[in-house]
């Protein structure tokens, strides 16, 4: 799992990814929670997602937002680490311009900012968001969502109240051309001290599942 370091916005950026030698591997990127709350790209719950995507043939990105771990400059409330998402996709895109297919997976913080970066990059064809913090950011840019997803949470969840996750379940649901999977964790909370297996195990069948459709189709 090679240390990688490229290029951002502000300044050069810190990641870990996981090569595949086949010009048309499908990507994914893997953004993480909160940097101002301890969020990296080392979090257990970013590093399963990685090791998720992994096993399933992807080539894979991890890496730090601006100002974390060995990644420069400073955190920028989302606008600049929306950016740092953007070009770590361009860095990603560079290495693998075939790329069969391209995902983004995100926790927390890293949910609304692979959110937002759906709505640029259209290629983007499948998200996995974690813990989306429906009740602290505006989601209110996805309209509509571009593209079919995954949203898991919590059901003690009490940074994230899972009614307001539910809420915006519901809009997105009410859009055409798309569909949103939700998924519930029992008993689990924002930071997953449970369920962190439950989250592997749904995310894991979910892509199957996108994947065997995708191939078939």
């Not at 730090?64 to 953007?86: K, M, P, T, Y």
Request: proline share 6%; charged share 20%; net charge negative.
């Amino acid at each position: 799992m090679p240390e990688v370091i490229f290029n951002g916005p502000d300044g050069r950026l810190e990641g870990r990814y996981h090569h595949i030698e086949d010009e048309n591997a499908p990507i994914a990127l893997i953004l993480h929670p909160h940097p101002q709350f301890g969020g990296n790209m080392n979090h257990k719950l970013v590093y399963n997602l990685f090791q998720m995507f992994k096993a399933r043939g992807f080539a894979v990105l991890r890496f730090n937002f601006r100002g974390v771990g060995r990644s420069q400059g400073e955190f920028d409330q989302g606008i600049g680490e929306l950016s740092d998402a953007a070009s770590a996709l361009d860095w990603m895109q560079q290495i693998k311009p075939d790329a069969q297919a391209c995902w983004i997976a995100g926790y927390s913080f890293g949910a609304w900012i692979g959110m937002q970066l759906l709505m640029r990059r259209p290629e983007v064809e499948g998200f996995i968001s974690v813990s989306p913090p429906a009740s602290m950011f505006d989601f209110s840019f996805l309209a509509p969502c571009p593209s079919s997803g995954l949203i898991v949470h919590g059901t003690d969840d009490d940074v994230v109240p899972e009614a307001d996750v539910q809420k915006l379940v519901d809009k997105l649901k009410s859009q055409k051309g798309i569909v949103i999977d939700y998924e519930k964790i029992d008993g689990a909370s924002h930071f997953y001290e449970t369920g962190l297996t439950d989250v592997d195990q749904i995310s894991g069948q979910y892509v199957d599942r996108r994947r065997a459709e995708s191939m078939a189709g």
